[in-house]
């Protein structure tokens, strides 16, 4: 009646830990900011707004875009000539497609003609072996009846 039952706390191990402290970067030394005045002063701009109130500051300039350099001009061989490169692509393109579309409509067509043919077939092979229940010839060998000759015996 008394066994041994197992500890709720499983048994403790001792576990060396190795501790890894961050090394401090030295800093690197860097030039002092010193303060540079510019080349020439802006010269204060005084402004009336219509209510009548005076604003007064510095003009500031925008800075201008880089003007736009002209493109070379295309000569018109070179446009003509990649317009009809185009072209023949397209064309090419075309007549694949076309004869990719006249090939698959040529193999329904075939697939249809043996579907009738099969079908047709079927039709004329029933006809021919079915049973017959119009004036068919009607043998009894045991009775040596013999319908379409008149033979009776």
């Known amino acids: 009646m008394n066994e041994p039952t197992k500890p709720l706390v499983p048994?403790?191990?001792e576990v060396t830990v190795e501790v890894h402290r961050p090394t401090l970067l030295t800093p690197v030394p860097s030039a002092p900011v010193v303060p540079v005045q510019p080349?020439?002063?802006p010269s204060v701009t005084s402004v009336?707004?219509?209510d009548g109130r005076i604003v007064t500051g510095y003009a500031i300039e925008?800075?201008?875009p880089a003007p736009v350099t002209a493109k070379p001009a295309v000569s018109r061989a070179a446009v003509n000539v990649a317009l009809g490169g185009v072209g023949f692509l397209a064309v090419c393109g075309g007549l694949l497609l076309l004869t990719s579309f006249i090939a698959a409509l040529t193999a329904?067509?075939?697939q249809l003609i043996i579907l009738a043919a099969v079908v047709f077939g079927g039709?004329?092979?029933?006809?021919v072996l079915g049973p017959s229940g119009k004036g068919g010839t009607t043998v009894n060998i045991r009775k040596a009846t013999f319908k379409r000759n008149?033979?009776?015996g």
């Open 11 to 13: 048994s403790r191990r």
């Open 39 to 41: 080349d020439t002063i």
């Open 48 to 50: 009336v707004l219509p």
């Open 62 to 64: 925008h800075p201008q």
């Open 108 to 110: 329904f067509i075939t």
């Open 123 to 127: 039709w004329i092979a029933a006809q």
């Open 150 to 152: 008149h033979f009776h």
